[in-house]
């Protein structure tokens, strides 16, 4: 089985800093990485995923994530946040062979302050 | 377009009362998930449906039953609610791609209060 920890529950950040917001996976055979979004009371956008090929994946809103085999990680990184970039951040994981069955991590909290 | 649409939004149960979560998507895709959000926990699936007239468990099934009454809709039914089934439901459908690769769409969720 697989498993997605998200290292950081909580991440404070200044309007106009970068932002990484770290996600590990452990599973024993070849997956799928997703990142996903969820604003307040919405429900769950996808922000990028990988797939294969490049390991720097590029998404929506400025945001990218880079996999790293080695490291078992998928980190999001996003060089200049935005007020409207406070929400909470998923990462996720499917295995090839098995992907409509998506893990998903604890989720991290990004919240820019002015 | 609407997407992925939820019915209802809010909802307040007393314990060993029962409803059902209404789910229906326009983009005709084959697959659709339900899936409840607990704070610190992520989302866990409950259960999916592969296609139509198919639907399996997922890793947190006990206390539900589903039905795939078409290829739009997917309901959640809970028998006899209990205070532990407070949560945020989402229900979500997807698309398959290349290869084996499937991306999920979300609705924006059901808020559930058992007391």
């Known amino acids: 089985a697989q498993s997605v920890t998200q290292l950081d529950s909580q991440v404070p950040v200044f309007e106009e800093a970068p932002v990484e917001l770290r996600c590990n996976y452990s599973s024993s055979v070849s997956v799928y990485l997703f990142w996903y979004v969820q604003y307040p009371n919405q429900g769950l956008q996808l922000l990028l995923k990988?797939?294969?090929?490049?390991?720097l994946v590029k998404g929506i809103n400025g945001f990218e994530a880079e996999f790293n085999k080695s490291q078992t990680s998928f980190h999001l990184r996003k060089p200049s946040v935005h007020i409207s970039d406070t929400a909470e951040y998923f990462c996720?994981?499917?295995?090839?062979?098995?992907?409509?069955?998506?893990?998903f991590g604890s989720g991290t909290q990004l919240t820019v302050l002015p | 377009n609407a997407g992925v649409t939820q019915t209802p939004k809010f909802q307040v149960l007393k314990t060993g009362q029962s409803m059902t979560l209404q789910c229906a998507q326009d983009?005709?895709?084959?697959?659709m998930y339900w899936y409840r959000q607990d704070p610190g926990m992520g989302l866990r699936l409950i259960y999916y449906?592969?296609?139509?007239?198919?639907?399996d468990k997922g890793e947190v099934p006990n206390g539900y039953n589903v039905s795939r009454l078409n290829k739009r809709e997917f309901s959640l039914r809970l028998e006899s609610a209990a205070p532990s089934q407070t949560s945020v439901y989402f229900c979500a459908s997807s698309e398959r791609l290349a290869g084996d690769q499937e991306t999920q769409y979300f609705g924006p969720g059901t808020r559930l209060l058992v007391l």
């Open positions: 983009m005709n895709h084959n697959s």
């Open positions: 990988y797939l294969s090929g490049s390991t």
């Open positions: 996720a994981v499917s295995k090839v062979g098995s992907a409509r069955q998506l893990t």
């Open positions: 449906s592969a296609s139509e007239g198919t639907t």
